[in-house]
């Protein structure tokens, strides 16, 4: 294979273009999508791609690294902490019982016990990627079985790290010759030291990843913020993720495992929401470029050569699976529709498999037979997975009855949901958060002063750093649950930019805003606006109701004239905007703004009704009673 | 020495002449607090603890008002709404008030005999303002006969300047205790003091 990196690209891109739509519209789900792509362009069928697929492969894991970055982020220690009873006993349950079960029957048919150990703890692991993409994709994550699904995989991450550490144990029959059994298959920092050296750089390097997210990162990203070049946050936000992958690899622990903590530590900072948006993208391509990847995988001729074999193993062990967290769901009173979702969900065999392959192939547990073997076994329940809870959906929870409707429980562990979005914290938007969370309603607030923020926070305010006109940072501050939007930027253009943001992806909104003047305010007219605030008007008047009560006026008067006056104003507005759209004309020069305001006073002269306030004074009455007409 | 505390209600003022040299009198009377609440509370935002205060400070409280609609301002009403609080004014707790006078002030567009059996009104003003006798009554005050000015559109100046000088006569005779009850009491309205 010759071909170029642009050209592979190329392939990639393009199959996931033409199919993930495709699958989408058939019901199918984005993974399935992207596992068919790379079915196709893969050596079995097309042949586009060929054994580069899995170093494609090992390179897209990073997206479950960042995956977990992100779902690490969503959650907050102290919500971490609620969850670590299903964590520790679904999960704890789960990995030791398919482990143990799996591993018995690996024994029976003849494997030797070492490898039986082996083959049963790689089998307890499922795939992040594949149940955390399809769990966001239906709606269903904050359902119960979505967070028990999410509890049964953290704890496998975990697991893993404890997984790798025994594997070099099993190594009694080295079959490929002089393998050093205290030697792991890849040089990294800490593997020559003694073990208790190594157990003290693991702690380290954990202990590092919490002080980082808590104390270095903030600051550093305060600062990149404050040069406002988002391309460099979007960096900084890259490199703190591979940094940390880097650092975990070299202390022999899961990558994801440690940018999920980071992203725990950072759950609670002011840049959490444009973390998330900044990462998202990244974590989208990868994860597909790894389910084509292992769509592309999938051997075959391996496949065609021993079917029955085949057929039997993926069966038999998505079948121990699937019982297994059956019961585990039992155990922990899921409902029977919410225990189908969980069980069938969780019962492929995970991404983690290929990496614990390999390592086993060379510390020579496995021949190669084996791991050819098993590998094809792990893409086959992978690439099924999505089609058995397509058909759990369509089959199985009709019948069961009560089917969760996604999204349907009131659960705030995961998102922002507060009803009011407070976009901009500056001399408008800071009063009108005070007094809404004054009156016990909450808001969630982003600002783009990254000082302004960090010092909000520092009071306890919910505030986020962050551009609100772009659609990814809305969707994560909650906008498609939110119920009103205000929109106060400091900047004019940047607040039309955020109403046409807002109007186009989430329609359901109320939009407020505020204009900074006439003009900004015919502008947001012309969007289609309904409540629009310019920002002095209520102040002018209230400083020119107090004039007229040191003139003597009497304060109520002064009022009532006052409303009366913004009453005209504001029909005002509307007249000159409706004819400024029919003239298409806009004004823009100071002359041109000087002439309106001339019409504007003229209108205000000749308004002889707003000088007149004689609802309590009626001359007519008067005029009656002294003609004797009225008694 | 009683202290007295005007409770004035008048959303235009500036437009009467009536009131005008009724509060204007008022003002040279010692002891009496002129509570103008349309200044001061003209977004009907009513301070009721400052109110409060207010009323347990006097002996005396008068409600000055025109007569609209046979009843008194909106903002009055509101007043009486929020200030006379369950616990405090009234109530088995409620005993702030008790015993403290009231009466109510009132400028009426219709002549006297307008408010007859045969006039346009049908109703007395007395037949018409039981509601703030009541509302006295329910707050442990002596309820007052009011102190009324009828036919404003057509009064002079110095018809008006009658009604303000016995208006004076009043709230003096008032805040010195020159008055038992039973004279006032006895009479129709707390005019009726000064004629003949």
């Not at chain 1, 307890?124 to 399809?134: D, R």
């Not at chain 1, 507060?418 to 914290?425: E, L, S």
Request: glycine share 6%; net charge negative; proline share 3%.
């Amino acid at each position: 294979m010759e071909n170029s990196f642009f050209f592979q690209a190329f392939i990639y891109l393009l199959s996931a273009v033409v199919m993930v739509p495709i699958a989408k519209k058939l019901g199918l789900g984005s993974v399935l999508g992207y596992l068919l792509a790379g079915i196709i362009i893969g050596p079995s069928l097309l042949g586009f791609i060929g054994q580069e697929g899995e170093d494609i492969m090992h390179f897209a894991e990073f997206g479950v690294v960042m995956m977990l970055f992100l779902i690490g982020l969503e959650l907050e220690p102290e919500l971490l902490w609620k969850l670590r009873k299903s964590i520790l006993g679904m999960g704890g349950l789960q990995v030791i019982l398919t482990a143990l079960i799996t591993g018995i029957a690996a024994f029976i048919i003849g494997l030797q016990w070492n490898q039986s150990v082996a083959i049963g703890l790689i089998l307890a692991m499922s795939s992040t990627a594949i149940v955390m993409q399809t769990l966001n994709e239906k709606g269903l994550f904050k359902t119960d079985s979505g967070q028990s699904s999410f509890s049964v995989l953290l704890f496998q991450d975990i697991a893993v790290i404890p997984i790798l550490a025994l594997m070099p144990l099993l190594v009694i029959s080295k079959i490929t010759g002089s393998v050093d059994s205290n030697q792991h298959h890849s040089e990294t920092l800490v593997s020559t030291l003694p073990g208790w050296l190594q157990t003290i750089a693991v702690l380290g390097a954990v202990a590092f990843v919490i002080f980082l997210g808590r104390l270095i990162a903030p600051p550093i990203f305060r600062a990149i913020a404050k040069t406002r070049l988002r391309e460099l946050f979007t960096a900084t936000a890259l490199l703190l993720v591979i940094g940390i992958t880097v650092l975990m690899t070299q202390v022999g622990l899961s990558p994801a495992l440690g940018t999920f903590l980071a992203g725990v530590v950072l759950a609670n900072s002011e840049y959490r929401h444009e973390l998330e948006s900044d990462i998202e993208p990244f974590k989208g391509l990868l994860l597909g470029l790894f389910f084509i990847a292992v769509g592309a995988s999938i051997d075959f001729n391996l496949i065609s050569n021993s079917p029955l074999t085949i057929v039997s193993l993926v069966l038999g062990i998505m079948a121990i699976k699937l019982l297994v967290l059956f019961i585990i769901g039992k155990l922990f009173k899921m409902s029977l529709d919410q225990n189908f979702l969980f069980s069938i969900g969780l019962c492929q065999i995970g991404e983690f498999a290929f990496v614990l392959l390999s390592f086993t192939s060379q510390e020579g547990i496995f021949d190669d037979q084996i791991t050819k073997t098993m590998m094809a076994v792990v893409a086959i329940t992978m690439g099924i997975t999505p089609l058995l809870m397509l058909i759990n959906e369509k089959f199985i929870l009709t019948r069961v009855g009560t089917t969760e409707k996604p999204d349907e429980k009131e659960d705030d562990k995961f998102e922002e949901k507060n009803p009011v979005i407070i976009a901009g914290f500056g001399r408008f938007g800071n009063i009108i958060g005070r007094f809404l969370n004054a009156n016990g309603i909450k808001t969630t607030v982003l600002d783009i002063d990254s000082d302004r923020v960090e010092l909000l926070r520092k009071m306890g305010i919910k505030v986020y750093y962050g551009d609100a006109s772009r659609y990814d940072l809305l969707k994560s501050a909650g906008a498609e649950s939110a119920k009103v939007i205000i929109v106060c930027l400091d900047s004019a253009e940047k607040n039309l930019e955020i109403v046409d943001t807002v109007k186009k992806h989430y329609p359901h909104l109320h939009i407020l805003v505020r204009a900074h003047d006439r003009f900004d305010a015919y502008d947001l007219l012309d969007a289609g606006m309904l409540h629009i605030y310019r920002e002095t008007l209520d102040t002018s008047m209230r400083t020119a109701v107090d004039a007229m009560k040191l003139l003597g006026f009497r304060a109520f008067k002064a009022d009532r004239l006052a409303r009366k006056f913004l009453k005209h104003d504001d029909k005002i507005l509307k007249d000159l905007a409706s004819v400024r759209n029919d003239n298409n004309k806009y004004i823009d020069t100071v002359r041109e703004r000087n002439n309106e305001m001339e019409e504007i006073i003229k209108a205000d002269i000749h308004n002889k009704d707003l000088r007149q306030d004689d609802s309590w004074d009626a001359e007519t009455l008067r005029e009656e009673v002294r003609n004797n007409k009225f008694n | 020495m009683k202290k007295i505390l005007i409770v004035f209600a008048h959303p235009s003022f500036e437009l009467s002449r009536v009131h005008k040299q009724l509060i204007s009198v008022a003002n040279q009377v010692k002891n009496v607090t002129i509570n103008d609440i349309y200044q001061k509370y003209f977004d009907y935002d009513i301070d009721i603890e400052h109110e409060k205060k207010l009323l347990e400070q006097n002996d005396i409280i008068i409600w000055q008002h025109p007569f609209y609609w046979y009843s008194c301002p909106p903002l009055m009403k509101e007043w009486i709404d929020l200030v006379l609080e369950h616990g405090w004014a009234y109530g088995n707790q409620g005993r702030s008030l008790e015993g403290k006078w009231l009466f109510n002030t009132i400028s009426s567009g219709g002549s006297f005999d307008a408010y007859t059996k045969e006039g346009l009104n049908k109703y007395s003003i007395r037949e018409l303002i039981p509601p703030f006798e009541q509302t006295a009554r329910l707050c442990r005050m002596t309820y007052l006969p009011p102190f009324i000015v009828h036919g404003t559109h057509k009064l002079e100046n110095n018809e008006i300047k009658e009604y303000a000088d016995n208006y004076k006569l009043l709230l003096d005779g008032l805040t010195n205790e020159k008055f038992s009850l039973n004279d006032l009491n006895n009479k129709y309205y707390l005019n009726d003091l000064f004629s003949n």
